[in-house]
């Protein structure tokens, strides 16, 4: 109601001053800027990007990094206190084995290592091209600092979770640059031809529909060569969450299309004697890159689930090459779950991420629908 | 009514004739078979495994093999197991009952959760428990099963308050018929609370919205302007209304049943039909992968249909000839 009582008076200073003419996409921004939770959605995938480009930088160990002697270490948490005192610089004890069974570990606490910022550790190279062996942090070995405890085969699980992120992370994003070409002609045509063709088109994408999603990812991650690299598996992967995706996308597209079609500025360009193609390739699809945008930020989750789903499982990327998903296989094994519940640490990142996403899915598409702007 | 139905029926047939034919499609380019194995096993002479393939009718051509399986499949019959030998679909009996239950009750639950919930952020918008729940919903829907499902089975080991994993105790078979159902129902508590916490969250969200809109109608106002109390402004003009497009939802979730737990089955050990089609994968047993994949999708084309037919019935405006 408040609302509704306010918006003459706005039109009429509207009248009054000289209008600011905003871009589209100055409005959406302003729009977003508004929606908090997408604002820390956006927060979040930021930073989780980051994570992706400096994963190497970030992780203390490298990804093939194990020690043999702590195998299913709990969390390392750095402390600022111990018999000794109190301490300004967070410091970690020396661990050993003591219990192989019960894994148990007793720390020796005569002496302090400290936490180090800016340590020299394996070499790596940043971006693939500069070679480097500073990590962020860090301690001086014999001590370890897992701050995700260990595998069991003693991997540092925080390490490995910075590099995962780059297969979890990215993957999403592959698939849907593969699914919005597809999906956008494929529904652009559809749409566009209208009538006998358009039946046609759409009863072959609810083909892929009807099948329960990861059954179908089951089944045809099946028919995946197994004697391949892991990067290879991961186009693999890809491409098959992408033939997942582009059935429910380009239906999306064909409605949008429907409506589109009769706008007067289609007639004008048929009229100019413009071929079908063009007029929606040029004309039509780029008036749904508002839809475009918010159905492939809120679609790529839907992709990192299924990733992990089937990396969980032992059908999607494997070891050694490491993905959240593969990473929480080490947990399915109830017994050692039991022991080591920190195996569960990269589900948080997979509802991290995915949760993200939604949020800044939903801030967009409320920023990006010229209904709902509040001015 | 009646005409509408059979319209959608036969409107299914191309599209079940497409699900075989990419099923089996898949089927066909996995590389590898079950005889492959067999092959290379000593014991098994070749005669044997030549014996196996004309038995299952691997030597046919392909248009022959399809059309053949489609043939049976029309009967229901999805041939033999490789790895249990027995017909798949008495493999897949048994599955889909355990399955069939745990989604039933899953979804019972989700329901009785949901529809208050989302009654209750919709007359609260934007107040304190309103953005509480929307933010629940988020983590909710972003949460994967495997995930909270292995996050519970650690949260039942430490208060020991529900058993880890399974469908029945070890003492199963001695108990009386009703300690056995409550044995299951004890053993279904976790992965019930997996599914129905996702689904609360998606239908949650849903019924906010659709009651946000109602609630904005005209005749809404007309109710509260003539007076009628808000109980009866809600449960008698507005919920009803909002209610409507969740049963495109509940028909769909009808058809979902069997795929939604497919993941869960696997991570607490549920004897379910997605437990079955992930061990089938494994061994390339063709024939039950095929047949839990035709299975699935013939269930959420008949819960379509179901939603459809439902829709048309409460909605007059969706009746068309």
Redesign the interface.
Known sequence: MAQDAMRPARRLRATAEPAVVRTPAQLAWRQLRRHR?ALVGGAVLVVLYTVVLLAEFLAPYGLDFSDRERFFHPPTVPMFRDAQGWSLRPFVHLTTLQDPGLRTYVADPTRRYYVRLLVRGEPYRLFGLIPSSWHLFGVDPPARLFLMGTDQSGRDQFSRIMYGSRISMSIGVLAAAITIPIGMLYGGIAGYYGGRVDNLMM??A???M???????L??????L??HVGCTTRFYLITVILAFLGWAGFSRLIRGMVLALKAQEYVLAAKAAGMNDLPIIVRHILPNTASLVIVVATLGI?GAI?GE??LS??G?GVREPCASWGNL?TA??N?PT??LS?WL?FP?VF??AA??AF??FGDGLRDALDPRMRTG | MLRHILRRLLQMI??LL??TL??FA??Q???GDFLAEMRLNPIVSPQTVEQMRRNFGLDQPLHVQYLRWLWNAVRLDFGYSFAYHVPVMWLIGSRLFNTLVLNVVALAVAWAIAIPLGIHAARRQYSWSDNALS?AA??G????T??SG??L??WA?KTGWLP??GMTSIQFDELAWWQKVLDVAHHMVVPVLVLGVFSVAGLMRQMRANLLEVLRQDYVRTARAKGLPEPVVLSKHAVRNAINPLITIFGFELG?L???S??LE??IGWPGL?KL??EA?LQ?DLYV?MA??VI??V???VGNLIADILLAYSDPRIRYE
């Open positions: 939770m009863r072959a609810e083909i892929i009807a099948f329960p999603g990861f059954y179908l089951l089944a045809l991650s099946a028919v060569p197994t989750p689930l992990s789903a969980f499982f059908f929480l947990a399915s109830l779950l039991m519940p569960l589900g997979i509802v995915v949760v939604n949020l | 191309p599209m497409g699900i990419v099923s898949i089927i380019l996995s590389p933010f988020y983590v829907i972003s949460t994967p495997f995930f292995l996050f089975l650690y080991f880890i994993g979902g069997l795929g939604g497919a993941i696997n991570v997605g089609i992930v994968v390339k992968v839990s994949l699935g999708s269930m959420l084309v």
